[in-house]
């Protein structure tokens, strides 16, 4: 992930989150991991995390021009809500004792300065917040799952020729 005195902007939400749980949970790399991604669980009884997506719901959708200095440009936007969720599990005790360490650290001014640089929102109160556990082979694994709610924004620009530019041909009856 990324260093924590230089942010850095990612092209997923999912990245951004899991860089913020990364930093400010102090988590060696391969502690934290994006859902249905290729990886393996560690076998220790140390904490471990997985960051997903449940749903996505399209809000707004726009198309802007702009006459600039190379030319004219178009700019798509599409705003999302989205639903992230966050699985933090050990064998051991931790992920007990350490899972709301997880909202602390979606609620610091790192993860601000993340949302700002990344377009992103990430609410400040978890909409779930359940004691998944479960056997897993021969010991039961701790595991908790936090949904937040997150806002972003994905955007393209793309040059295109002004209207009087296109070649056009008018058919009609003659």
Not at 8 to 25: F, G, M, N, R, S
Not at 147 to 162: C, H, M, P
Request: aromatic residues 8%.
């Amino acid at each position: 992930m990324a260093n924590k005195n230089f942010p850095t902007k990612y092209t997923e939400p999912l990245k951004v989150i899991a860089d913020i749980l990364q930093t400010k949970l102090g988590l060696k790399a391969g502690r934290v991991m994006l859902y249905n991604q290729k990886y393996n669980i560690p076998k220790d009884d140390k904490i471990f995390i997985m960051v997903g997506e449940e749903d996505n719901d399209v809000y707004a959708a726009s198309t802007n021009t702009m006459d600039t200095s190379s030319g004219y440009e178009e700019r798509n936007d599409v705003l999302v809500r989205a639903t992230a969720v966050i699985d933090v599990l050990s064998a051991g005790p931790e992920a007990r004792e350490r899972k709301h360490e997880v909202i602390m650290a979606l609620n610091s001014i790192y993860s601000q300065q993340m949302q700002e640089l990344n377009s992103l929102r990430i609410a400040n109160l978890p909409v779930g917040f359940v004691n998944t556990s479960d056997l897993e082979a021969s010991q039961m694994l701790n595991r908790f799952t936090i949904k937040f709610n997150i806002l972003y924004r994905k955007s393209n620009k793309n040059s295109v020729d002004y209207y009087d530019k296109f070649k056009t041909e008018v058919v009609g009856n003659k």
